[in-house]
Each structure stands twice: as C-alpha cells, then as structure tokens.
C-alpha cells in the first residue's frame, strides 16, 4: 500500500536553528498539507499547497515556516529559526483530492527545540 | 469560532462490549465530517467521512458514525470492541471548498482489555 514517508523521525536542535523536514507523499496526490501536534494537544492544521503554490495556510504559519517541493517528489517544511514552541510532532499528509477527500497522513517527525 | 470537541479523553472497554465516542462541532456552513484512528506507533489513517447523503456511515473494521445536523455531532459507533481497536481516535471537520484545513480534536485513546 501506498505510503507518506517523513524524514527525520526524531530530531532534535538548538534554538535559533533552521530546521527542514521533509516528506515523500504518494506519487499520484496533487494536494499536500503540514499539521503539527504538540505534546497534549489537538493536530492543527499548517498549511496546504497544491501547484507548486500554497492554497491556505493557518495562522500558526508564519514567516518563520516555508514550504517547498524542490523536485518531483519531496516536499519539505522549513522553520528558519526555532524557538522552544516548535517543539511538537509534524505531520506530512497528501491527498488525490482538495481537502474534501481522504488524507493520507505520515508518521510524523518529532522536533525537540531546546 | 471553528472547534471540535471529544467528549472523553479516554475510554477503557473489556472486549465485546460496545463504543460510543462523542464528538461535537462548531463550524459555520456545509461540513465535512471525519473520523481518523492512530493505531500505536502508526499513522493516523482514515476510518470514515461524511460529506453528504445518508448520515449514518459506515467505515472499516465495523465502525459507523452518525451526523446529528441539529445536534451538531459526529458520534462514533462500533456494536464490539476487539482488543486490536485500542487507539486513539479523532474527530475532524472541514468546511465544503475547503483546500485541506482539516481542524481535529484532541482525541479520545481508546484501550480494550483482552
């Protein structure tokens, strides 16, 4: 079965640090999104992007969040300089549809700011 | 403003015995409604939606849910739990035209004892 695969797993950095994750979404998804849960909290929505272009984006992403596609099959959430709250797990999620339809969610990546 | 609420944080259940799982939503306008499940060490996957039709829907691994457009609920149901459901379960709405924004609540962890 088709899978969202995030890279790290797990890392861990220091604050003020750039951090990119990164995410390999199902080959044939058109629509691909960022969620982040921290410790004890509700999954909330990041940002969605379709067409090389986000299309909505929560305010939680700020100027400190980018995402990109840099080729065929990556798509990677970047904070520039993180602070202690970053700390949470973030989760990849594609799908063949806009949002109305299934996401399909990876493992998540779990980022320690310290 | 756009919420969801699950009513319990965590449910303990002997196998056999039945599932309810509360869940309740603000949201102005059409909805879509959702129910995800992240099994331990997984990811979160879908079990089943609602977009439209008839309100009681059926999901994988006998789960159904039934929207209460005048209660604003989303309730989950199975009719027998089986020790492999242990889970945490979330409740997700999003609005028609949505690009993804998929807002969840907090979760209800779900533990059946063999």
């Known amino acids: 079965e088709p899978e969202v695969t995030q890279t790290p797993s797990h890392q861990v950095t220091q604050m003020g640090q750039e951090v990119i994750l990164r995410c390999v979404p199902i080959?044939?998804?058109?629509?691909f999104y960022w969620y982040r849960q921290i410790l004890g909290q509700k999954v909330e929505f990041l940002v969605s992007?379709?067409?090389?272009?986000?299309?909505?984006k929560s305010e939680i992403f700020d100027d400190q969040f980018s995402v990109e596609r840099p080729d065929g099959s990556n798509f990677t959430l970047k904070i520039r300089s993180t602070k202690l709250e970053d700390s949470a797990m973030y989760f990849c999620?594609?799908?063949?549809?806009?949002?109305?339809?299934?996401?399909?969610f990876g493992e998540g990546s779990r980022l320690t700011v310290l | 403003a756009q919420s969801v609420s699950q009513h319990n944080h965590h449910v303990i259940l002997s196998e056999a015995a039945s599932l309810e799982l509360g869940c309740n939503y603000s949201?102005?306008?059409?909805?879509?409604l959702f129910w995800y499940v992240q099994y331990p060490g997984q990811h979160l996957q879908l079990l089943l939606k609602?977009?439209?039709?008839?309100?009681l829907v059926k999901g994988i691994k006998g789960f159904e849910a039934e929207f209460i457009k005048s209660k604003f609920s989303f309730n989950l149901r199975k009719p027998s739990v089986q020790w492999s459901d242990t889970a945490e379960y979330f409740c997700?709405?999003?609005?028609?035209?949505?690009?993804?924004?998929?807002?969840f609540g907090k979760g209800t962890k779900l533990s059946v004892k063999p």
């Open positions: 992007f379709y067409n090389n272009e986000i299309s909505e």
């Open positions: 609602y977009f439209s039709g008839d309100p």
């Open positions: 999620a594609s799908s063949v549809d806009r949002g109305a339809g299934e996401l399909f």
């Open positions: 997700a709405v999003t609005g028609r035209g949505s690009q993804g924004n998929l807002i």
């Open positions: 949201y102005g306008g059409t909805v879509n």
């Open positions: 080959s044939n998804h058109l629509y």
